[in-house]
């Protein structure tokens, strides 16, 4: 059997926020894309993983997840964490 991973991606300049006491806003946004990277990267890599579906509307991430391999779309319910995984699993 193979997987595929959906992964919600806010937009980079709001993920992270949790950090914002120890890293500022121009630190946050390249640390949210290189988890979202390394995640991608190591799904991928997994043999039981057939696909990753980013639900993001975040075009430069977007751009970077699908050079990696991921699948894209677009956060249409932009409703949050479960909104999101719903979205993506339904395009799976």
Do not use: I, Y
Not at 14 to 30: C, E, F, I, V, Y
Not at 33 to 60: H, N
Not at 65 to 92: C, F, I, K, Q, S
Request: charged share 15%; net charge neutral; with cysteine.
């Amino acid at each position: 059997m193979q997987w595929t991973l959906v992964v919600p991606l806010k937009p980079l300049a709001q993920a992270k926020s949790r950090l914002s006491d120890t890293a500022d806003d121009g630190l946050r946004p390249g640390l949210a894309l290189a988890f979202a990277q390394d995640t991608v990267a190591a799904a991928l890599a997994c043999p039981a993983v057939r696909g990753v579906v980013v639900v993001t509307d975040d075009v430069p991430a977007g751009r970077a997840l699908t050079a990696l391999g991921a699948g894209v779309v677009a956060d249409e319910p932009r409703a949050g964490l479960n909104a999101a995984l719903a979205h993506g699993a339904a395009r799976v």
